[in-house]
C-alpha cells in the first residue's frame, strides 16, 4: 500500500510537468514555422534536450551509461521510448499550429489514460497491476466527454480574423496587407461597430468608416 505522502508529491510534480509539456508543443511549432520541414523541428528538438541530459550526465557522474542486465535479456519494447517520443513531437508539430494546444493536450492526454488503464489492468510493460475499477473508467469516460465538449466549443466558436502580418512578423497598419501583398478578407457577418479602423477604410477604398459607394461618387464628380 502506497503512502499518501508519495502519492500528493507524484500528483504536485505530475501538474508542474503537465503544464511544462503543455508549452512545448506551442514553443516546437513556432520553431516549425522558422524552419523548412517539421522534421527539423523535431531535429533540434531532441538535439537539445541530448545535449542537457549529457551535460547533467557528467555533472553527476554516470556517463557514459551501462546496464545492469545483459541486453539480451531485455524485452524489446524498452528501447522504444525514444520513437514514441519522436512521434509525440512531430505529430504536435503538425496539429497544434492548425487545431491549437487545448484539442490536442486533451486528445493526447485522453489516449494517454485509456493506455495507462490497459496498463495497470494488465500489468504490461513492467506496472503493477491495478485492476480498472468502475471509478476509474468513469474518469476515462469524464475525460473522453471533455474533449468532445472541447471539440465542440471549437466547431461552435466564431472565427476571427488574424492580423496582418510584414515579413517581420508585426502587424502592417499603414497597408493591411498580408505578406503575399493581397488583402485580407474582411468577414460579412463583422457589423461596421466590430470592424478595426484598418477594415472600414479597406472597405470605403478611402479613409475610415467612409462608404464605399461614396467614395465612387466623389471620385466620378472629380
Keep these: 500500500m502506497q503512502s499518501w505522502g508519495i502519492v500528493f508529491v507524484a500528483v504536485a510534480v505530475g501538474l508542474a510537468t503537465g503544464c511544462l509539456l503543455g508549452t512545448q508543443p506551442s514553443a516546437n511549432g513556432q520553431l516549425g514555422r ?7 523541428a523535431s531535429m533540434i528538438s531532441f538535439a537539445s534536450g541530448a545535449v542537457i541530459v549529457l551535460v547533467l550526465s557528467l555533472v553527476a557522474g554516470v556517463f557514459p551509461p551501462r546496464l545492469v542486465t545483459p541486453a539480451g535479456q531485455l524485452p524489446w519494447w524498452i528501447w522504444t521510448g525514444g520513437a514514441i517520443g519522436v512521434v509525440m513531437v512531430t505529430t504536435s508539430l503538425i496539429f497544434v499550429p492548425r487545431v491549437g494546444s487545448l484539442i490536442w493536450f486533451a486528445a493526447v492526454m485522453t489516449g494517454q489514460t485509456g493506455a495507462a488503464i490497459l496498463l ?103
Design 34 to 40: 522558422n524552419l523548412e520541414h517539421p522534421l527539423q
Design 120 to 222: 495497470d489492468h494488465y500489468g504490461w510493460m513492467g506496472n503493477p497491476r491495478s485492476p480498472a475499477s468502475p471509478l476509474r473508467l468513469l474518469g476515462a469516460v469524464l475525460l473522453i466527454g471533455g474533449v468532445l465538449a472541447i471539440v465542440e466549443a471549437k466547431r461552435t466558436e466564431r472565427p476571427r480574423q488574424p492580423a496582418a502580418l510584414d515579413r517581420t512578423g508585426k502587424s502592417d497598419e499603414r497597408t493591411g496587407k498580408t505578406p503575399d501583398g493581397s488583402t485580407p478578407e474582411i468577414p460579412e457577418d463583422r457589423s461596421p461597430e466590430d470592424r478595426s479602423p484598418e477594415d472600414r477604410s479597406r472597405a470605403g477604398h478611402g479613409t475610415a468608416g467612409e462608404p464605399a459607394e461614396d467614395a465612387e461618387k466623389g471620385n466620378n464628380s472629380g
